[in-house]
């Protein structure tokens, strides 16, 4: 088995390398003076089964680019199997036409991905299940929830807890979470007027004197997050805090975050944690690394990675 890292989160990768008690392979991704991407393989890949390491995350193009150019370059090396492990799949959010005239960038970047040369896909967190059908290799989509479950008993305790979906297309994530938890359900019905900007209209579930916690796939403006909180609050909630697997937190949202009514936020380190997270005194970060680690050993080795989740 070889390990190649993109650029978009080396501590991961090198984490999971760790866990797997091999090194990184030694490769390089640098850029021509225009920005192009070049990938070099510094070690013999013929016949090895590959996994190259690459959040999707920003620069989103960029790292795309590095992950498909990578992949050639482990294609045209004979490498026998190639697995993008892509721990934040971007271009998520556009699994589907929301408008006339608009792409399925999901889809696309599925046939890119696929057409460079990738045989798997191993991935946590799809924004939506669905999106697996987009590919016509095996996709393994890992779920963070098995490992955000007892962190919020040890940090919140595991009683007077309502776990709170965000808007209508989270509520599954929501509901697995409030069932390992024994705890209540409420749904914010979301609506978004245009692209980036949220409002929340209604509460489904009665937070009245309840602890809320909001679970979601992503942060980015931190917008859906805040104004969630706010609406909580106001049906009666005691307080707030939010579980997010994909931090990808743009702009000025940790500045946002740490202004809001939210007490903690937690977060996965699927995108690598910038100085500004790590400063926060909102956030906090998990690792999913094991997590990732044991699902490549059991691709590896050919065995269940559902049973990782038993
Ligand atoms: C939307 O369907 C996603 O699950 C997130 O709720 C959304 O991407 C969060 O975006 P923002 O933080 O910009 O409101």
Do not use: W
């Not at 960029?62 to 090396?77: C, P, S």
């Not at 975050?257 to 909102?282: F, G, H, K, N, V």
């Not at 998990?286 to 997590?291: D, G, H, K, S």
Request: proline letters at 4%.
């Amino acid at each position: 088995m070889k390990l190649v890292s993109g650029n978009s989160n080396r501590p991961m990768a090198e984490a999971m390398a760790s866990g797997l008690g091999i090194s990184l392979a030694n490769a390089s991704i640098r850029r021509f003076a225009d920005m192009e991407v070049f990938v070099e393989i510094h070690e013999n890949v013929r016949g090895e089964d590959v996994f190259v390491i690459q959040s999707t995350s920003y620069p989103a193009n960029d790292h795309v680019m590095e992950l498909l150019i990578t992949i050639d370059a482990l294609r045209r090396a004979s490498a026998r199997r190639i697995t993008a492990v892509i721990p934040y799949f971007g271009y998520g959010r556009q699994d589907r036409k929301v408008g006339s005239r608009t792409p399925i960038s999901a889809k696309l970047v599925a046939n890119l991905l696929t057409e460079a040369g990738s045989n798997r896909i191993l991935t946590l967190d799809l924004h939506a299940g669905q999106i697996q059908g987009f590919f016509d290799i095996p996709v393994d989509n890992l779920y963070a929830a098995p490992g955000i479950v007892p962190d919020i008993r040890a940090m919140l305790g595991d009683s007077n807890l309502t776990i709170v979906s965000p808007d209508v297309g989270g509520v599954f994530r929501a509901r697995q979470i409030a069932q390992r938890l024994d705890a209540d359900l409420a749904i914010v019905d979301k609506r978004r007027e245009r692209a980036g900007v949220s409002e929340v209209l209604n509460i489904i579930g009665d937070v009245s004197g309840r602890r809320c916690i909001i679970v979601d796939d992503i942060v980015d403006s931190g917008g859906t997050l805040c104004n969630a909180a706010t609406a909580l609050l106001e049906a009666g909630a005691c307080g707030v805090d939010a579980y997010i697997v994909h931090g990808v937190l743009s702009g000025s949202a940790v500045e946002r975050i740490d202004a809001s009514e939210i007490a903690s936020m937690t977060i996965t380190d699927s995108i690598e944690p910038t100085p500004e997270i790590l400063a926060s005194q909102t956030l906090r970060v998990i690792t999913v690394a094991p997590l990732m680690a044991s699902a490549v050993q059991r691709i590896s080795e050919e065995s269940s990675v559902s049973s990782l989740f038993d």
